[in-house]
């Protein structure tokens, strides 16, 4: 089972406090894209074995979004960060490469 | 390949069994093939079963990086029906399941179809809805299903309790020519009747890397060399979003955990398959008396192979109520499986942004009923170079379009 720490609100519970939300930092399509700029929002996915980024919500508690940075391969939970930045932080960053030395943000 | 027979296993015994030769080969991987399927689960291993029983093209080698069947194939709960709600699924699923219907005497190789009854549950009134309009589709579709009421529902299923109160058995959608097959067996029977016309099944073969020129692909790299290929088809289920970053594209699926579990071995008690989706609650009994139970998929990207705990307690928690009986059972196993989801809960079989790659994916929480329309499907689509009438709405342009086949909608879960 999941660990994860609100960043809002500064909880630690286990998952079932929490809902998954997909992944993190996509980039919305204008009303004005094209439909593979839509289809890139709605449904293409990274989907990658290994770091993931992802959007959870803290369903049972504070009711806020977060981030949180997370293998899929092994389920280690490397740190959450704030919802309101289009990229993880140089702190999540750091705490990724310091278990997984050859990742690097792509 | 000899055939297996009742005079085989007398010619057998009468020479203690000296003579069984093995089911199928293990050849070393050749320099080149016409198609390489990638995954010999049931779909890689009945798509390359049909590409050469169908459609002549025997130079073919199915790559597997574990076990043949050790995915989804032999994680599964073994239901087969094909009772959807859009026509581009019906006809697809009702294709598998009446191929099904012969699989066994078509491959010589008993996969133990039983069609026992598939029961799918109304526990609300959207359901209840729902498959009312689902049993009119199939009428339609020309599928043989109907809506039943909670009298008859008690009558086919004799250990339900439909009182509730919580989730109170409201009516169901029965297809009496559904039911469960042997999923090994599957995979089994297709490899040994592919491997007799000539189709190479190489295992603890891992694909690496996905070679690729200007004019489409060219080949794979894997763990026992660099092998060419004319054409490619990736079938790997949950390991998809792999292969596609391998070969420089995403696909529009997630993969996540999916759950099941069965009981301690007891007396029959049940002898069709119930199915209660707004619980996430499947159940139905083997041969040798284990209840064989389908829990939910957990809602984040995962490749573990095992699910989160909670879903299991939910899973059996809602089923103690709707089958009191089971409430004393030990559960003896439980295992997970990486299923790979896409956002209409419709499968992906079509070209890929590469030329001459192809990809059967997609088929979420249901794709063991799918095993042999799909396979006869994605081989039409190989062979051809394009999909025909079976595969062609389910090609990657309907998430550009908005051609959806939403099953999502239609099932209310994932299925």
Redesign the interface.
């Known amino acids: 089972m999941l660990m994860l720490t609100c960043p809002n609100c500064g909880v630690t519970a286990e998952e079932t406090e929490f809902e998954p939300g997909g992944e993190a930092h996509l980039t919305r399509a204008a009303t004005d894209s094209t439909d593979e700029a839509f289809r890139d929002y709605l449904f293409q996915r990274k989907n990658p074995r290994g770091v993931h980024f992802e959007r959870w919500r803290h369903a049972y508690g504070c009711g806020r979004w977060f981030h949180a940075a997370r293998c899929t391969q092994t389920l280690e939970v490397f740190g959450t960060y704030t919802a309101q930045t289009s990229a993880p932080p140089d702190r999540i960053q750091a705490a990724i490469q310091a278990r997984r030395p050859d990742w690097s943000l792509t | 390949m000899k055939r297996y027979s009742a005079f085989a296993i007398a010619r057998e015994a009468a020479r203690h069994h000296t003579g069984w030769e093995r089911a199928w080969a293990s050849p070393a991987p050749k320099d080149r093939y016409e198609v390489i399927v990638v995954g010999a689960g049931g779909h890689g291993l009945a798509t390359a079963y049909y590409l050469a029983k169908n459609h002549g093209i025997r130079n073919v080698a199915v790559l597997e990086k574990g076990w043949m069947g050790g995915g989804n194939t032999g994680r599964n709960t073994t239901i087969i029906r094909s009772n959807y709600l859009q026509d581009e699924s019906a006809a697809i699923f009702e294709k598998s399941r009446s191929l099904y219907e012969t699989l066994s005497q078509k491959l010589n190789y008993n996969i133990m179809f039983s069609p026992r009854g598939v029961l799918m549950l109304a526990q609300t009134e959207h359901e209840l809805r729902a498959w009312k309009r689902t049993a009119h589709a199939n009428r339609l579709a020309g599928i043989k299903s109907e809506f039943v009421s909670p009298r008859r529902i008690k009558d086919i299923v004799k250990i339900i309790e439909t009182k509730g109160p919580r989730y109170p058995v409201l009516g169901g959608l029965w297809q009496p020519r559904g039911g469960t097959a042997r999923h090994d067996a599957v995979a089994w029977g297709y490899a040994r009747a592919a491997s007799d016309l000539g189709v190479d099944i190489i295992q603890q073969c891992e694909v690496t890397g996905v070679d690729r020129d200007a004019s489409g692909v060219t080949g794979v790299q894997t763990t026992k060399g660099a092998i060419k290929c004319a054409k490619l088809c990736i079938v790997v289920a949950g390991?998809?979003?792999?292969l596609a970053?391998m070969a420089g594209f995403?696909?529009?699926?997630?993969?996540v955990a999916l759950q099941a579990l069965v009981s301690e071995p007891i007396k029959p008690v049940m002898d069709c398959v119930v199915m209660a989706n707004t619980v996430h609650g499947y159940m139905s009994q083997s041969d040798k008396g284990e209840l064989v139970i389908g829990g939910g998929a957990?809602?984040?990207?995962?490749?573990?192979q095992r699910g989160?705990?909670?879903h299991i307690e939910e899973t059996v928690r809602a089923l103690i109520e709707t089958f009191p009986l089971i409430s004393r059972l030990k559960m003896l196993r439980q295992w997970g499986g990486i299923v790979d989801m896409?956002?209409d809960r419709s499968p992906i079989i079509g070209k890929t942004p590469v030329p001459g790659m192809f990809v059967n994916c997609g088929w979420g929480t249901g794709g063991f009923k799918a095993i042999p329309g799909s396979g006869w499907a994605t081989a039409e689509m190989v062979a051809d170079g394009a999909p025909r009438a079976l595969a062609a709405p389910f090609s990657l342009d309907r998430?550009?379009?908005?051609r959806m086949i939403d099953e999502s909608v239609a099932a209310a879960v994932a299925h």
């Open positions: 390991s998809s979003g792999v970053e995403r696909l529009p699926v997630e993969s957990d809602g984040y990207n995962n490749y573990t989160s705990f909670q896409t956002g998430f550009v379009e908005g």
